[in-house]
């Protein structure tokens, strides 16, 4: 098995290949590793090794682990789903919330940043493939929501975030990828004043390249970092 360290070398270098087929620069690709289920020592290893961001996808588990781990120099990301009743500490817990997907949970969020005394940075998660196991917004309510939200204090609309469906051919998540980035120009058309779309994140481990490729310039790696996952 591969160190943390040469996987995130190899993930590097993918990503740059990536970014220089869509023009871009690998500095213009924000790498979040995900580290749902792995440990805090392995966690630790890859910040030593240059992780700068990080993604959790439970509260519960995320209320285990970062206590345990810097917050100094490192951004922490909620990319699950958000339940309402989780939202204050996912609140004190997070940088940046990849999840929002509904107007309640944007207000709860609004209402606990608030009593923290904190801003938080959020991503609209849209359900791209308008599957009905998934979370996120459908893509024509996308505006709608971000018109709601524009005006809350403690909340930064900073872009946009999609699980894609699962296919076996990562080739035939490309026009989600496509979808998902006219989305953003979309929203970019409308000049929504306090709404900054920077990020477009989206790109697994198995489907990051195409991601990039058609305008990602955020991706969520677990698997090509810390190895397949055993739970
Ligand atoms: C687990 C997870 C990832 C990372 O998935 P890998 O296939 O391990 O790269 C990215 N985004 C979300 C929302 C996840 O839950």
């Not at 009743?85 to 209402?111: G, H, P």
């Not at 990828?177 to 409308?190: D, N, P």
């Not at 195409?210 to 790696?221: P, Q």
């Amino acid at each position: 098995m591969n160190s943390i360290k040469e996987n995130l070398y190899r993930v590097w270098e993918r990503i740059e290949k990536a970014a220089q087929k869509s023009g871009r620069k690998r500095e213009d690709i924000t790498l979040v590793a995900v580290t749902k289920t792995v440990e805090v020592e392995r966690i630790r290893e890859g910040i030593e090794a240059g992780i700068k961001e990080i993604g959790e996808n439970r509260v519960q588990e995320a209320r285990e682990k970062i206590p345990l781990l810097p917050r100094e120099g490192i951004k922490w990301h909620m990319v699950g789903h958000l339940q309402r009743n989780k939202a204050k500490y996912a609140v004190r817990l997070f940088d940046m919330i990849q999840s929002l997907d509904s107007l309640s949970l944007a207000e709860e969020l609004e209402k606990r940043c608030q009593k923290e005394n904190r801003t938080l940075e959020v991503l609209i998660e849209v359900n791209i493939g308008g599957e009905e196991t998934k979370f996120g917004v459908a893509p024509q309510e996308v505006i709608s929501l971000i018109e709601k939200v524009k005006d809350f204090p403690h909340l930064k609309i900073k872009g946009l975030m999609c699980v894609p469906p699962w296919l076996e051919d990562p080739e035939k998540v490309r026009p989600y990828f496509i979808q998902m980035r006219e989305l953003k120009e979309k929203v970019i058309e409308e000049k929504i004043p306090g709404v900054e779309m920077k990020y477009l994140s989206m790109g697994m481990t198995d489907d990051f390249e195409i991601a990039i490729e058609e305008g990602a310039n955020m991706v969520r790696l677990g698997r090509a970092i810390f190895g397949e996952r055993k739970k």
